[in-house]
Protein backbone atom coordinates (compact mmCIF):
# COMPACT_ATOMS: atom_id res chain seq x y z
CA UNK A 1 0.00 0.00 0.00
CA UNK A 2 1.00 3.57 -0.68
CA UNK A 3 0.90 6.17 1.62
CA UNK A 4 -0.75 9.74 0.53
CA UNK A 5 1.83 12.26 -0.40
CA UNK A 6 2.29 14.56 2.58
CA UNK A 7 3.60 17.91 1.74
CA UNK A 8 6.48 18.94 3.36
CA UNK A 9 6.30 16.37 6.77
CA UNK A 10 2.71 18.02 7.51
CA UNK A 11 -0.43 15.75 9.03
CA UNK A 12 -3.87 16.76 8.87
CA UNK A 13 -5.89 15.84 11.68
CA UNK A 14 -9.57 15.80 11.69
CA UNK A 15 -11.70 16.25 15.23
CA UNK A 16 -15.23 14.25 15.20
CA UNK A 17 -16.20 14.34 19.17
CA UNK A 18 -15.37 15.80 22.13
CA UNK A 19 -16.75 14.21 25.29
CA UNK A 20 -16.65 16.59 27.91
CA UNK A 21 -18.38 16.08 31.22
CA UNK A 22 -20.89 19.18 31.82
CA UNK A 23 -19.55 20.26 35.19
CA UNK A 24 -16.11 20.06 33.95
CA UNK A 25 -17.34 22.53 30.81
CA UNK A 26 -18.70 24.66 33.81
CA UNK A 27 -15.78 24.87 35.68
CA UNK A 28 -13.53 25.62 31.89
CA UNK A 29 -15.92 28.39 31.56
CA UNK A 30 -15.58 30.00 35.16
CA UNK A 31 -12.18 29.72 34.53
CA UNK A 32 -12.43 31.93 31.32
CA UNK A 33 -14.79 34.33 32.55
CA UNK A 34 -12.63 35.41 35.87
CA UNK A 35 -9.61 35.16 32.94
CA UNK A 36 -11.44 37.79 31.25
CA UNK A 37 -11.55 40.22 34.25
CA UNK A 38 -7.99 41.49 34.18
CA UNK A 39 -7.78 41.10 30.12
CA UNK A 40 -10.14 43.89 30.64
CA UNK A 41 -8.69 45.78 32.78
CA UNK A 42 -5.06 45.81 31.06
CA UNK A 43 -6.79 46.32 27.64
CA UNK A 44 -9.30 49.69 29.39
CA UNK A 45 -5.94 50.69 30.80
CA UNK A 46 -3.82 50.25 27.18
CA UNK A 47 -7.54 52.23 25.83
CA UNK A 48 -6.69 55.29 28.04
CA UNK A 49 -3.51 55.92 27.64
CA UNK A 50 -3.63 55.63 24.10
CA UNK A 51 -6.51 58.84 24.50
CA UNK A 52 -4.56 60.14 26.52
CA UNK A 53 -1.98 60.60 24.31
CA UNK A 54 -3.82 61.21 21.31
CA UNK A 55 -5.15 64.09 23.37
CA UNK A 56 -1.73 65.72 24.43
CA UNK A 57 -0.85 65.31 20.21
CA UNK A 58 -3.99 66.52 18.90
CA UNK A 59 -5.37 68.63 21.96
CA UNK A 60 -7.77 67.82 24.70
CA UNK A 61 -10.92 68.04 23.15
CA UNK A 62 -9.99 65.69 20.44
CA UNK A 63 -10.82 62.30 22.26
CA UNK A 64 -14.12 62.58 23.51
CA UNK A 65 -15.19 59.39 25.26
CA UNK A 66 -18.50 60.84 26.04
CA UNK A 67 -19.73 60.55 22.36
CA UNK A 68 -20.79 64.52 21.74
CA UNK A 69 -17.58 65.21 19.45
CA UNK A 70 -17.41 68.76 20.67
CA UNK A 71 -13.74 70.27 21.29
CA UNK A 72 -13.15 72.23 24.22
CA UNK A 73 -12.46 74.87 21.70
CA UNK A 74 -15.97 74.94 20.45
CA UNK A 75 -17.54 74.95 23.89
CA UNK A 76 -15.33 77.98 24.32
CA UNK A 77 -16.30 79.45 21.14
CA UNK A 78 -20.13 79.34 22.22
CA UNK A 79 -19.80 80.73 25.78
CA UNK A 80 -17.58 83.94 23.99
CA UNK A 81 -14.76 83.07 26.34
CA UNK A 82 -12.33 82.20 23.46
Not at 10 to 36: E, H, M, N
Amino acid sequence: MSEPAQSAGKQRTVVTDIDIPFGRLIIIFVKFGLAAIPAAIIVSIVVTLIGFLLSLVFGPGFVSFMGRGVSIREQHRKRGLA
